[in-house]
């Protein structure tokens, strides 16, 4: 594991425990999962003129354990562990005197996601919001000729992506018959590439989820 990698484990850790010290009541745990339409977002890039860059969606899904301690009445620290399907297909066109080449890649990385929010939860609706961490612990790269290749997570020019994900997320939704139902938005603020790329490129998650959750009776 390298060191910096690391640092940000530890600090991953410390969030959660630091975050859960001092709270009201036993703390609840669910369920959740569902399904994620996940893209990135492309910055930096330098094209030539005979070039097009397409950046499409891919369906993915999201999976795990979720934990919650009341703060105030209807309102709790919310974390848990997730599955965090991610990923993008890119579609790279070029055309010179007549003659069109198109490349795609369809990346699927997997992480494990650890969501801190703070949630308000009413008898008939939820809202809440917060930051996310996350780590790549497996993927696939599949070109156009359905090729297949693991992602390579590390920071050197070798490597495919950075391991470490984090940002910001929201959520909303409604009860029924005490499940909650809803969206949730997580915006990337990481970069995908690897430092040692040395490129101006960026690349961030985007992911637009609908879930249920279900909390387990104490």
């Not at 209807?74 to 991610?86: E, P, V």
């Amino acid at each position: 594991m390298k060191r910096k990698n690391l640092g940000a484990y530890v600090l991953i850790a410390s969030l959660i425990i630091g975050n859960s010290v001092n709270l009201n009541g036993q703390p609840k745990f669910g369920i959740r999962g569902g399904i994620n339409l996940a893209n990135v977002a492309l910055t930096g890039l330098e094209l030539d003129p005979d070039t097009k860059i397409e950046v499409n969606p891919i369906a993915a899904f999201h999976l795990g354990g979720i934990v919650e301690f009341d703060v105030v009445d209807n309102i709790a620290l919310q974390s848990g562990l997730l599955f965090m399907g991610k990923g993008s297909k890119i579609v790279d066109t070029y055309e010179f005197l007549g003659e069109k080449d198109v490349y795609f890649y369809k990346y699927t990385p997997l992480y494990l996601q650890v969501p801190i929010n703070v949630l308000y939860d009413s008898e008939s609706f939820f809202f809440g919001a917060g930051p996310y961490f996350a780590l790549g612990i497996s993927g696939k790269e599949t070109d156009e000729l359905s090729i297949k290749e693991d992602i390579s997570f590390g920071s050197t020019e070798e490597d495919d992506w950075t391991p470490l994900d984090y940002g910001f997320g929201a959520q909303g939704g409604i009860k029924i018959n005490g499940i909650r139902v809803g969206f949730n938005f997580d915006l990337g603020l990481s970069n995908n590439y690897p430092s040692g790329w040395e490129t101006d490129e960026k690349s961030r998650n985007r992911i637009f989820s609908i879930f249920a959750t279900y909390i387990f009776s104490n």
